[in-house]
């Protein structure tokens, strides 16, 4: 079925930078949209950012447009976050998650944390 | 665009049915046949339970069941039992991806 699994986050200051890291293995990474999801405490689920399957369509969410950076690498299954100029706001724990044939997220992993403070 | 609207909690006792909706416009649940839904227990990763309105993957409880009428989609968990307690999330719109507020479900 598939299993995904995040890498990357940590404690950062605003305005810094991370990169987020999602490896994919089970299923045949290169003919799937991938999507990031963040869950923020105390909030609910947000999608952050997609990629079709050659990386050339992306779309993000309209707070992290011009400072997050989606992208992916077919050869290593893997998928990226480019987060640069974080906000407190964007605290929460990121997940990457495989955009179904049936417009659903059927493949998620376990998450990875990101913390923006001072 | 707005998130779809849930109800912030619900609950029931075990053995119960409890239902969720999910309200959102022609654009996004009442337009497409694409609503899902998703478990999530604190801690761990999301899980879908529901595609296509009332699909269930393989593995999923019988217990789950989802519908749609208009533009609000329901989740329906019959026989409540203590692990079903969890957030709840809807989903829907092809291209943006819409997600619900969240439910949290309290199983009393």
């Known amino acids: 079925e598939g299993e995904l699994v995040e890498s990357g986050g940590g404690l950062v200051q605003p305005g810094g930078s991370l990169r987020l890291s999602c490896v994919a293995s089970?299923?045949?990474?290169?003919?799937?949209?991938m999507t990031w999801v963040r869950k923020a405490p105390g909030k609910g689920l947000e999608r952050v950012a997609n990629?079709?399957?050659?990386?050339?369509?992306?779309n993000y969410l309209d707070s992290v447009t011009g400072r997050f950076t989606i992208s992916r690498d077919n050869a290593k299954r893997s998928l990226f976050l480019q987060m640069n100029r974080l906000r407190v706001e964007d605290t929460a724990v990121y997940y990457c998650?495989?955009?179904?044939?049936?417009?659903?997220?059927?493949?998620w992993g376990q998450g990875t944390m990101v913390t923006v403070s001072s | 665009q707005s998130a779809l609207t849930q109800p912030a909690s619900v609950s029931g006792s075990p053995g119960q049915s409890i239902t969720i909706s999910c309200t959102g416009t022609s654009s996004d649940i009442g337009g497409y046949k694409y609503v899902s839904w998703y478990q999530h227990h604190p801690g761990k990763a999301p899980k879908l339970i529901i595609y296509e309105v009332s699909v269930r993957p393989s593995g999923v409880s019988n217990r789950f069941s989802g519908s749609k009428s208009g533009n609000t989609a329901f989740l329906t968990i019959s026989g409540l039992q203590a692990e079903d307690e969890a957030d709840y999330y809807c989903s829907s719109d092809r291209s943006s991806r819409l997600f619900g507020g969240g439910t949290r479900l309290t199983v009393l």
């Open positions: 990629i079709d399957e050659d990386g050339k369509k992306k």
């Open positions: 998650a495989r955009d179904s044939d049936y417009s659903a997220f059927d493949v």
């Open positions: 089970g299923f045949r990474f290169s003919a799937y949209w």
